[in-house]
């Protein structure tokens, strides 16, 4: 299996937004709305796979000086070698034009309809996830990532060096479309962004994701949109497949990828008084920095200490990467979702919680949480980060059989 993944350059600046709001002693909430969630996204890719791509929007074959001075976490990672930017080789020039060609075809006949349809299920989806008691809407989301943007990337050294139309938008097929789109349909965006400008921003942003599935496909690699892609990303695939509309609601609220927030846990049980923590393991990233760290450096300096934690990270996550490399079935996906499974049952063990029935809310924290390999297509095994409801325990060490379940097993245990 090609253990590769492609992220585009938006994860990027939203992770890193979420990682600067931490450099302080009391951190501060990020501007950007998807900051948590892509910093999560990132770390995991980081950690699971061997190597991440990097596309560029207006080249096919950059080098890292291409992507500009920010976001300034892909330049500490491109020097640590952790992300390389995504080449399209000659012999693949053909396939790509193939492939976007038939992108810009749909969009051409299809594409306003898609967009609005778009706008019109999120708002369902959001509508169905407030009824169902709460939840981060995505609409609302949208709007606010775009304000963060208009105000932090259209500058020199970041978006521009990228893209360098007025607009903020390419000069291709893609853009043009983008353009008379956002034209078209300014009235019906109005209600979730008032400004045209920052409408067109959004539209192409979102188109931008065909361009880079065009580009992963060509590849045969792995694609992890931006948050405020996959939707859309995956609904034109839906429309484009002939799917029903009723299938599609219920796929784009599988995918909104926005996790609930874990309410608390009312009341105590039978005189033992239990600590409802939400523990993820290392490979999303929450060790990578300690409450000492917390304002202590420069933005620039606590960019190059992450990146260099993680990179550290890599190197001791080397066998449980191995291990997701060998997924090349079903079965051998089941059999590495089972060592997982296992590492969570002896844990529970040791903490004392296999013979508690675990009411909703623990039963959502011992549930394994959806990963990004969920989303990555087939052939990719699916994998989770462990989440715990956890009591006053004592540490033990385990016996469990294979190298990458101890590997999770001692860092989990050493986090507690």
């Known amino acids: 299996m090609s253990n590769r993944v492609m992220v585009d350059i938006t994860t990027f600046i939203s992770a890193e937004e979420f990682i600067l709001s931490q450099n302080h002693s009391s951190p501060s909430r990020p501007r950007d709305p998807f900051a948590q969630q892509c910093y999560a996204e990132l770390v995991q890719s980081l950690i699971y796979?061997?190597?991440?791509?990097?596309?560029?929007?207006?080249?096919l074959n950059p080098i890292p000086a291409d992507y500009g001075d920010f976001p300034r976490i892909l330049r500490?990672?491109?020097?640590?070698?952790?992300?390389?930017?995504?080449?399209?080789?000659p012999g693949e020039e053909a396939a790509l034009v193939t492939a976007e060609h038939t992108a810009m075809e749909t969009l051409k006949t299809t594409g306003v309809e898609t967009m609005?349809?778009?706008?019109?299920?999120?708002?369902?989806?959001?509508?169905?996830v407030q009824e169902r008691g709460g939840g981060q809407r995505m609409l609302a989301n949208i709007a606010a990532w775009a304000d963060y943007q208009w105000e932090n990337v259209r500058i020199e050294g970041h978006h521009r060096a990228r893209i360098s139309g007025a607009d903020g938008v390419e000069l291709d097929p893609f853009g043009q479309?983008?353009?008379?789109s956002s034209f078209a349909m300014e009235g019906q965006f109005r209600s979730l962004i008032a400004d045209s400008e920052q409408q067109l921003w959004l539209i192409a942003?979102?188109?931008?994701?065909?361009?880079?599935?065009?580009?992963a496909k060509v590849?045969?690699?792995?694609?992890?949109p931006h948050p405020l892609r996959r939707d859309f990303s995956v609904m034109f695939d839906l429309f484009d497949d002939g799917v029903?509309?009723?299938?599609?609601?219920?796929?784009?609220?599988?995918?909104?990828?926005?996790?609930?927030?874990?309410?608390?846990?009312?009341?105590?049980r039978q005189g033992r008084r239990l600590q409802m923590l939400e523990y993820q393991l290392p490979l999303l990233g929450g060790r990578l920095w300690s409450l000492r760290d917390r304002g202590r450096f420069t933005d620039e300096r606590w960019l190059q200490m992450i990146c260099g934690r993680i990179d550290e990270y890599r190197s001791r996550a080397v066998d449980f990467r191995r291990a997701l490399s060998r997924c090349d079935t079903e079965e051998e996906a089941r059999r590495l979702e089972l060592d997982v499974e296992g590492v969570r049952d002896q844990l529970l063990r040791r903490l004392g919680l296999e013979s508690a029935e675990p009411n909703e809310t623990e039963t959502t924290l011992i549930e394994a949480a959806a990963s990004v390999a969920e989303l990555v297509g087939p052939g990719i095994p699916i994998?989770?980060?462990?989440?715990?409801?956890?009591?006053?325990?004592?540490?033990?060490s385990g016996t469990l059989e294979s190298l990458h379940q101890k590997f999770l097993y001692r860092e989990f245990v050493s986090g507690m």
Request: proline share 6%; net charge positive; aromatic share 8%.
């Open 76 to 89: 500490h990672l491109f020097d640590l070698r952790i992300a390389v930017p995504m080449s399209i080789d």
């Open 219 to 224: 590849k045969s690699v792995a694609y992890t």
């Open 49 to 59: 796979f061997d190597e991440v791509l990097v596309p560029h929007p207006t080249k």
């Open 244 to 268: 029903a509309e009723s299938a599609i609601e219920e796929v784009i609220s599988a995918v909104r990828g926005i996790p609930s927030e874990i309410r608390k846990v009312a009341g105590a």
């Open 205 to 215: 942003t979102l188109v931008r994701s065909l361009r880079y599935s065009a580009r």
């Open 177 to 180: 479309w983008a353009r008379a």
């Open 383 to 396: 994998t989770r980060p462990l989440r715990l409801a956890m009591v006053p325990f004592r540490r033990y």
């Open 116 to 128: 609005l349809r778009f706008i019109d299920k999120t708002r369902r989806a959001d509508r169905e």
